[in-house]
């Protein structure tokens, strides 16, 4: 089963500051990594899949890079709604796999 | 809009079994692989089982393998999950996700509590 580790567990950071999450595989995965946003009392919701894409009416302040093991998603001008958990979760290697998260707090 | 309104959590007695359901909405249901995945308290996320287009190919993961069974049912727009031989460590909120590589929307979960 891959492990996946996430980096820094919680971050704290200003309105308008740019955030650098990072989730690490422990096995190569290519570019089937996603990241999801949830928030306390609703469903996770998708941001980006396939590493790098954004889902349908994501702001474009949210971007995402990596490959193999080592990902990064980026939140540039950090906004109010943006305060929540942030999860990787590979799905090249079955079990898909998650990480345990970073709370972002604004 | 789509929607995926999971049903049939409560409280169960160790040992008991529980059949959750998922009614999708507002898309093509039978075009999508469907997954469930749940959250233990406190624990990260934890992928379960994931079924198919027509239902002929499920998966489901080892550590539950034997005690759970994964279905739909593509006239009713609905999914299940099956879950014999419950145990405490089963206690979670149980998520109906929308496809498998990836997955792109979730529904909101229904707890289910062994104890």
């Known amino acids: 089963e891959v492990l996946m580790t996430q980096s820094p567990a919680t971050l704290s950071v200003s309105l308008g500051d740019r955030a650098t999450l990072s989730c690490r595989a422990s096995?190569?995965?290519?570019?089937?990594l996603l990241w999801f946003q949830q928030k306390p009392g609703l469903p996770p919701r998708l941001l980006i899949h396939?590493?790098?894409t954004r889902a349908t009416n994501v702001p474009a302040r949210f971007s995402a890079s990596g490959s193999g093991t080592t990902f990064t998603l980026t939140i540039s001008s950090l906004q109010s709604e943006d305060s929540a958990i942030y999860c990787c979760?590979?799905?090249?290697?079955?079990?898909?796999?998650f990480g345990q998260g970073t709370k972002v707090e604004i | 809009e789509v929607q995926l309104v999971e049903s049939g959590g409560g409280l169960v007695q160790p040992g008991g079994s529980l059949r959750l359901s998922c009614a999708a909405s507002g898309f093509t249901f039978r075009n999508y692989w469907m997954s469930w995945v749940r959250q233990a308290p406190g624990k990260r996320l934890e992928w379960v089982a994931t079924?198919?287009?027509?239902?002929?190919?499920?998966y489901s993961v080892d550590s539950m393998k034997g005690r759970l069974t994964i279905s739909r049912d593509n006239a009713k727009n609905l999914v299940y999950l099956q879950v014999n031989s419950l145990r405490a460590d089963d206690t979670a909120v149980y998520y109906c996700?929308?496809?498998?590589?990836?997955?792109?929307?979730w529904g909101r979960g229904t707890l289910v509590t062994v104890s």
């Open positions: 996700a929308r496809g498998f590589r990836p997955v792109d929307f």
């Open positions: 096995q190569n995965v290519t570019s089937d």
């Open positions: 079924v198919k287009t027509d239902g002929n190919e499920k």
């Open positions: 396939g590493t790098s």
């Open positions: 979760q590979q799905y090249n290697n079955w079990p898909p796999t």
